[in-house]
Nanobody
Framework: VQLQASGGGLVQAGGSLRISCAASESIFSFSGVYWYRQAPGKQREMVAR??????NYTVSVRGRFTISRDITENAMYLQMNNLKPEDTAAYYC??????????WGQGTQVTVSS
């Protein structure tokens, strides 16, 4: 499985950004799709996921971020609204196959200026 993340950039606080992750296999073939992020000096944390049809978000992004996937584009997305400086991080997509293997995309940098 190959994953290609894109769409990161520099945005002002309060702004919006959508990051994407294109998959080499059907995005709906995976039992779970995830977005993680890692800020400098911090551990990687799970931001959002769709797992067996259920959607979950870490508390700090609830109501601001939306995870989705598109079968026609074979991709997953993270729509990020009302961005805050503390959202600055490298964002990584991850998928889980039915045999419980995980695959990572490369990071895409999101920087939010105050």
């Amino acid at each position: 499985v190959q994953l290609q993340a894109s769409g990161g950039g520099l945005v002002q606080a309060g702004g919006s950004l959508r990051i994407s992750c294109a998959a080499s296999e059907s995005i709906f073939s995976f039992s779970g799709v995830y977005w993680y992020r890692q800020a400098p000096g911090k551990q990687r944390e799970m931001v959002a996921r769709i797992i067996r049809g259920s959607t979950n978000y870490t508390v700090s992004v609830r109501g601001r971020f939306t995870i989705s996937r598109d079968i026609t584009e074979n991709a997953m997305y993270l729509q990020m609204n009302n961005l805050k400086p503390e959202d600055t991080a490298a964002y990584y997509c991850n998928v889980e196959t039915n045999d419980m293997k995980h695959y990572w995309g490369q990071g895409t940098q999101v920087t939010v200026s105050s």
